[in-house]
């Protein structure tokens, strides 16, 4: 990462804040992109320690480590702080460095507003964390957060209602700053068809963003008001509906789920074809899939709710709504692989992870196509089949994906380049143990193994062994991920401007490491 | 498309079934079917996964022989293509007729799965923290079921026996080859009621009732689980549905009502403290030790401790109070409507005198038929 002397080298002019000033002060895109992925790194750890302490308790029946309810705050808070407290952040840390970088704009549109959106995230994750020692512990309901049971809960089930509006808030900001550097600071001649892809995605993702934050944030306000103020929104016994938060939360969370997925496609989108020696194919087919997801995903909500109790009617539409999303998602992964085809393809560890996130995020597909099926779903709603496909989707998708663009940009942003064996170690160990933790899950769900229990019927034990030992190898694993971007920090072999032999586009034209400020003059492009 | 279906699901049936039986203890497809609807979702499903597994042999075939022939190291030079109208067209038509062949058989068992008309009997099941209540109005029977594995096999402290977490003390019981349909609530939170080998899931949620059928095949036991997230306990309040023949049916009813009359007369009786003490505390087991605990200590910031409390060692009518109709915005539930007079004079009498407790009174039956008042009088079950 580009440091303060860097600053001083290229413009002695400017009088920068030092040591933690810096870095609370900095309006600069790059400083604010290391935040965020600093942020979500430190993240990752926090919230996958709370799933190694849940594989422990679930590695034999019985209860051995934790008493059930400190077992469901680790199953809620591993989920709000993977989604709200790692993926997210991560992309907009990706979103930071990159889009800039991508557009040949010197900076975001709005850098003061940008260095407010990462410092709101610090706060937020401090009041999730911090409920761990409130009376009562940490929220316990799940992360979708449903009524009646989250009307129960303690003072931290407040506080986290805090921390989701001040996520929000951030989100929206970043957003924001997002879509108007994108459609106004763009280089003469790059128009928006030929945009790379990883900024088409953040696009369309920070639409979904603006369009469903707000609706979360008025769902946990009335779960705020039903809980302190005496209003009876979700409860029946004073006109309420406890399922129509679940209407509310899932037409937010359903295109939350692209949110966290979009950015990844993007990523991905950028790495095949640099390593396949080829441009993209069907880029135009491309942006318009990712805008048919984005489109789709307001329709679909209530396929997570087949169990509810809805008219037939309702059921058909949700069932055939979701199943058209295979459509866009299909096209995507046909393209990935007719770039791959007839290619010069090498490698390196940002292309392994590509190609796993290909592969696997495609097992994640069916499975969720198999689950759009509402009689199927009906029977695998809320067992361990539904946590491997969306671990399927969100962990060798959106976090290999993250992976990916990790070790892609790395050389970029520090001007060294990282340890290839070590990459490939990190690789290989992730994607073996990912499988061992979340293959045999579909089996437990099948099974009829629910999702949230500590402890489990002993037909149940031999599966969850497998995963818990899976859990440890994939979570250990990622130690080295820490060592490889500490040691390209640090130094190693210099980086050159294009880093990698197939890499096109602005960001490659620019110094590695790219110095503080980029692009103070408009590139033309074409 | 139909008679294709089928025989694509036949034919995965017969798979899936030879690796089930070969390794029917570990378990690699969902349960055994015991009703047409679970039978219709076991072939569906088939048939699904045996179409993702085509087109992921197919896709990932090409993927990987590019990967073995299109790379650097064995010197492959790069093409320059980037787009083809026709074969991105053709690969947007095919998956979108493959999903058209899915969603046909699909809608189908939907619209079935959704037809609870013409019921040989009705159930209403509620979901509590944590039991399931089944009320047969049919029948005019009410039971409770509630977890039957000893705290002692959950800690550790004892072998796990055989269906450890899947057993209850009262077991739904249904007749064979009857349609059934369930009207599904909950008294508290959500739960969702669930018996995979019967193809049955619904979520309970309070305040509105839901209904499901479904139709045993078979005699036999089947079990299940809540399987919505209901609080601390969600992993211990399992299902179990006894499937009998009509006469076995007819027994239970006859055997269950004889029980509801003695069970009657206990709430008309007076008796001795040590009577109540000793009631009390299987029922105080049964209601209260998931959340106040066995030794009455609660969980601090959680459920508050009885040993000690102001409750528990105030008037005894703020006590009974309390029990009767719980604590508005708490977990604690109003038990008025789930328990005897007897049980709750039993189980007040025995929190105000175990632990630290020490206040030698006592709650007769008669002291909460008084506490509910003449109205509530009628709304309360004649036995548990």
Same mark, same amino acid.
């Given at each position: 990462?580009?440091?303060?002397?860097?600053?001083?080298?290229?413009?002695?002019?400017?009088?920068?804040?030092?040591?933690?000033?810096?870095?609370?002060?900095?309006?600069?895109?790059?400083?604010?992109?290391?935040?965020?992925?600093?942020?979500?790194?430190?993240?990752?750890?926090?919230?996958?320690?709370?799933?190694?302490?849940?594989?422990?308790?679930?590695?034999?029946?019985?209860?051995?480590?934790?008493?059930?309810?400190?077992?469901?705050?680790?199953?809620?808070?591993?989920?709000? /702080?993977?989604?709200?407290?790692?993926?997210?952040?991560?992309?907009?840390?990706?979103?930071?460095?990159?889009?800039?970088?991508?557009?040949?704009?010197?900076?975001?549109?709005?850098?003061?507003?940008?260095?407010?959106?990462? @410092?709101?995230?610090?706060?937020?994750?401090?009041?999730?964390?911090?409920?761990?020692?409130?009376?009562?512990?940490?929220?316990?309901?799940?992360?979708?957060?449903?009524?009646?049971?989250?009307?129960?809960?303690?003072?931290?089930?407040?506080?986290?209602?805090?921390?989701?509006?001040?996520?929000?808030?951030?989100?929206?900001?970043?957003?924001?700053?997002?879509?108007?550097?994108?459609?106004?600071?763009?280089?003469?001649?790059?128009?928006?068809?030929?945009?790379?892809?990883?900024?088409?995605?953040?696009?369309?993702?920070?639409?979904?963003?603006?369009?469903?934050?707000?609706?979360?944030?008025?769902?946990?306000?009335?779960?705020?008001?039903?809980?302190?103020?005496?209003?009876?929104?979700?409860?029946?016994?004073?006109?309420?509906?406890?399922?129509?938060?679940?209407?509310?939360?899932?037409?937010?969370?359903?295109?939350?789920?692209?949110?966290?997925?979009?950015?990844?496609?993007?990523?991905?989108?950028?790495?095949?074809?640099?390593?396949?020696?080829?441009?993209?194919?069907?880029?135009?087919?491309?942006?318009?899939?990712?805008?048919?997801?984005?489109?789709?995903?307001?329709?679909? @909500?209530?396929?997570?709710?087949?169990?509810?109790?809805?008219?037939?009617?309702?059921?058909?539409?949700?069932?055939?709504?979701?199943?058209?999303?295979?459509?866009?998602?299909?096209?995507?992964?046909?393209?990935?692989?007719?770039?791959? @085809?007839?290619?010069?393809?090498?490698?390196?560890?940002?292309?392994?992870?590509?190609?796993?996130?290909?592969?696997?995020?495609?097992?994640?597909?069916?499975?969720?196509?198999?689950?759009?099926?509402?009689?199927?779903?009906?029977?695998?709603?809320?067992?361990?089949?539904?946590?491997?496909?969306?671990?399927?989707?969100?962990? #060798?998708?959106?976090?290999?994906?993250?992976?990916?663009? /990790?070790?892609?940009?790395?050389?970029? @942003?520090?001007?060294?380049?990282?340890?290839?064996?070590?990459?490939?170690?990190?690789?290989?160990?992730?994607?073996?143990?990912?499988?061992?933790?979340?293959?045999?899950?579909?089996?437990?769900?099948?099974?009829?193994?629910?999702?949230?229990?500590?402890?489990?019927?002993?037909?149940?034990?031999?599966?969850?062994? /497998?995963?818990?030992?899976?859990?440890?190898?994939?979570?250990?694993?990622?130690?080295?991920?820490?060592?490889?971007?500490?040691?390209?920090?640090?130094?190693?072999?210099?980086?050159?401007?294009?880093?990698?032999?197939?890499?096109?586009?602005?960001?490659?034209?620019?110094? #590695?490491?790219?110095?503080?400020?980029?692009?103070?003059?408009?590139?033309?492009?074409? | 498309?139909? +008679?294709?279906?089928?025989?694509?699901?036949?034919?995965?049936?017969?798979?899936?079934?030879?690796?089930?039986?070969?390794?029917?203890?570990?378990?690699?497809?969902?349960?055994?079917?015991? +009703?047409?609807?679970?039978?219709?979702?076991?072939?569906?499903?088939?048939?699904?996964?045996?179409?993702?597994?085509?087109?992921?042999?197919?896709?990932?075939?090409?993927?990987?022989?590019?990967? !073995?022939?299109?790379?650097?190291?064995?010197? &492959?030079?790069?093409?320059?293509?980037?787009?083809?109208?026709?074969?991105?067209?053709?690969?947007?038509?095919?998956?979108?007729?493959? !999903?058209?062949? $899915?969603?046909?058989?699909?809608?189908?068992?939907?619209?079935?799965?959704?037809?609870?008309?013409?019921?040989? $009997?009705?159930?209403?099941?509620?979901?509590?923290?944590?039991?399931?209540?089944?009320?047969?109005?049919?029948?005019?029977?009410?039971?409770?079921?509630?977890?039957?594995?000893?705290?002692?096999?959950?800690?550790?402290? %004892?072998?796990?026996? %055989? &269906?450890?977490?899947?057993?209850?003390?009262?077991?739904?019981?249904?007749?064979? =080859?009857?349609?059934?349909?369930?009207?599904?609530?909950?008294?508290?939170?959500?739960?969702?009621?669930?018996?995979?080998?019967?193809?049955?899931?619904?979520?309970?949620?309070?305040?509105?009732?839901?209904?499901?059928?479904?139709?045993?095949?078979?005699?036999?036991?089947?079990?299940?689980?809540?399987?919505?997230?209901?609080?601390?306990?969600? *992993?211990? $309040?399992?299902?179990?549905?006894?499937?009998?023949?009509? %006469?076995?049916?007819?027994?239970?009813?006859?055997?269950?009502? *004889?029980?509801?009359?003695?069970?009657?007369?206990?709430?008309?009786?007076?008796?001795?403290?040590?009577?109540?003490?000793?009631?009390? %505390?299987?029922?105080?087991?049964?209601?209260?030790?998931?959340?106040?605990?066995?030794? *009455? $200590?609660?969980?601090?910031?959680?459920?508050?401790?009885?040993?000690?409390?102001?409750?528990?060692?105030?008037?005894?009518?703020?006590?009974?109070?309390?029990?009767?109709?719980?604590?508005? =915005?708490?977990?604690?539930?109003?038990? *008025?409507?789930?328990?005897?007079?007897?049980?709750?004079?039993?189980?007040?009498?025995?929190?105000?005198?175990?632990?630290?407790?020490?206040?030698?009174?006592?709650?007769?039956?008669?002291?909460?038929?008084?506490?509910?008042?003449?109205?509530?009088?009628?709304?309360?079950?004649?036995?548990?």
């Amino acid at each position: 990462m580009s440091d303060a002397a860097h600053a001083h080298d290229d413009h002695g002019h400017h009088a920068h804040p030092t040591g933690m000033m810096r870095w609370l002060t900095t309006t600069n895109h790059k400083d604010i992109g290391s935040l965020y992925l600093f942020f979500a790194l430190f993240m990752l750890f926090v919230a996958g320690s709370m799933a190694l302490l849940i594989r422990a308790e679930l590695f034999q029946p019985g209860l051995q480590l934790v008493h059930p309810d400190f077992f469901n705050q680790l199953t809620t808070m591993h989920g709000l /702080i993977m989604i709200f407290g790692v993926i997210m952040p991560a992309f907009s840390g990706f979103a930071n460095w990159q889009v800039p970088l991508m557009l040949g704009a010197p900076d975001m549109a709005f850098p003061r507003m940008n260095n407010w959106a990462f @410092w709101l995230l610090p706060v937020a994750g401090f009041f999730l964390l911090v409920s761990f020692w409130l009376p009562g512990g940490a929220v316990a309901g799940g992360w979708t957060m449903y009524p009646p049971l989250f009307i129960q809960g303690g003072i931290s089930y407040d506080l986290t209602i805090l921390a989701v509006h001040i996520m929000g808030l951030s989100s929206i900001m970043g957003s924001i700053n997002i879509i108007t550097t994108i459609l106004n600071m763009r280089a003469p001649g790059l128009t928006l068809m030929k945009m790379p892809l990883f900024v088409w995605t953040w696009l369309i993702t920070a639409y979904l963003l603006i369009a469903t934050m707000p609706v979360l944030a008025g769902a946990v306000t009335m779960l705020l008001t039903d809980r302190n103020f005496g209003t009876h929104f979700f409860n029946a016994a004073g006109g309420g509906d406890p399922v129509m938060f679940q209407h509310i939360f899932w037409f937010f969370a359903h295109p939350e789920v692209y949110i966290l997925i979009l950015p990844a496609f993007g990523i991905v989108s950028q790495v095949i074809p640099t390593f396949a020696r080829k441009p993209l194919f069907g880029y135009a087919s491309m942006v318009y899939a990712t805008a048919s997801i984005a489109v789709l995903s307001f329709i679909v @909500w209530a396929h997570h709710m087949f169990t509810v109790g809805m008219p037939v009617t309702a059921q058909l539409f949700f069932m055939f709504s979701t199943m058209l999303i295979a459509v866009p998602t299909g096209v995507k992964v046909f393209n990935w692989v007719a770039t791959m @085809w007839k290619g010069s393809m090498t490698f390196e560890t940002p292309m392994l992870f590509a190609i796993a996130f290909v592969c696997l995020f495609t097992i994640g597909g069916f499975s969720g196509l198999v689950l759009a099926i509402a009689p199927v779903d009906i029977q695998l709603h809320d067992t361990y089949y539904v946590v491997a496909h969306f671990h399927y989707v969100l962990v #060798s998708g959106a976090l290999f994906a993250i992976f990916a663009g /990790i070790y892609y940009w790395l050389p970029k @942003w520090t001007g060294y380049m990282y340890n290839e064996t070590l990459g490939k170690w990190h690789f290989w160990l992730s994607v073996i143990g990912m499988n061992i933790v979340f293959f045999p899950m579909h089996f437990l769900g099948l099974a009829g193994m629910p999702r949230r229990i500590p402890d489990y019927a002993l037909q149940f034990t031999e599966f969850n062994q /497998i995963a818990t030992v899976g859990a440890f190898i994939f979570g250990f694993s990622q130690l080295i991920l820490l060592i490889v971007v500490m040691k390209a920090i640090k130094g190693g072999e210099k980086a050159t401007a294009q880093v990698w032999e197939g890499a096109e586009g602005l960001e490659w034209t620019v110094p #590695s490491p790219a110095p503080y400020h980029t692009f103070e003059t408009a590139p033309v492009v074409k | 498309m139909k +008679s294709m279906w089928k025989k694509a699901g036949v034919v995965g049936a017969a798979i899936l079934a030879a690796s089930q039986s070969a390794l029917a203890e570990y378990g690699y497809n969902l349960q055994v079917p015991a +009703s047409k609807v679970a039978q219709d979702v076991f072939q569906l499903h088939n048939f699904i996964m045996l179409v993702c597994l085509g087109i992921f042999v197919v896709v990932f075939g090409a993927m990987f022989y590019s990967l !073995l022939k299109h790379r650097k190291s064995v010197g &492959h030079k790069a093409a320059n293509f980037h787009e083809n109208t026709t074969v991105e067209l053709v690969w947007t038509v095919i998956p979108f007729i493959v !999903l058209m062949g $899915m969603a046909y058989p699909a809608a189908k068992v939907v619209i079935d799965m959704k037809d609870t008309s013409n019921p040989d $009997m009705t159930i209403k099941v509620t979901g509590y923290q944590w039991k399931w209540g089944y009320d047969y109005l049919n029948d005019d029977v009410s039971i409770y079921s509630t977890l039957s594995t000893p705290r002692e096999q959950i800690n550790g402290s %004892e072998a796990k026996g %055989e &269906h450890y977490l899947l057993e209850v003390d009262e077991p739904m019981v249904v007749p064979v =080859g009857k349609r059934i349909r369930l009207l599904i609530t909950a008294n508290d939170v959500l739960h969702a009621w669930w018996v995979p080998a019967l193809g049955a899931k619904q979520d309970a949620i309070p305040g509105f009732i839901r209904d499901i059928w479904f139709k045993a095949d078979k005699i036999g036991t089947f079990r299940g689980q809540c399987v919505e997230l209901c609080g601390k306990d969600h *992993g211990f $309040m399992p299902i179990v549905v006894e499937v009998v023949s009509e %006469e076995d049916y007819k027994a239970w009813v006859a055997k269950k009502k *004889g029980g509801a009359v003695v069970a009657a007369a206990d709430n008309t009786k007076t008796f001795e403290t040590a009577e109540l003490v000793e009631r009390g %505390e299987k029922v105080y087991q049964a209601n209260c030790a998931a959340c106040h605990q066995a030794n *009455g $200590m609660g969980l601090p910031g959680a459920f508050p401790a009885i040993s000690g409390s102001k409750v528990a060692t105030g008037p005894i009518a703020d006590h009974i109070n309390i029990v009767l109709n719980g604590k508005a =915005g708490t977990a604690m539930a109003a038990f *008025g409507a789930q328990l005897s007079d007897a049980d709750i004079a039993a189980v007040v009498t025995y929190q105000r005198n175990a632990w630290d407790n020490k206040m030698g009174d006592a709650a007769q039956p008669a002291t909460i038929a008084s506490a509910r008042g003449g109205a509530a009088d009628a709304a309360a079950p004649a036995a548990q």
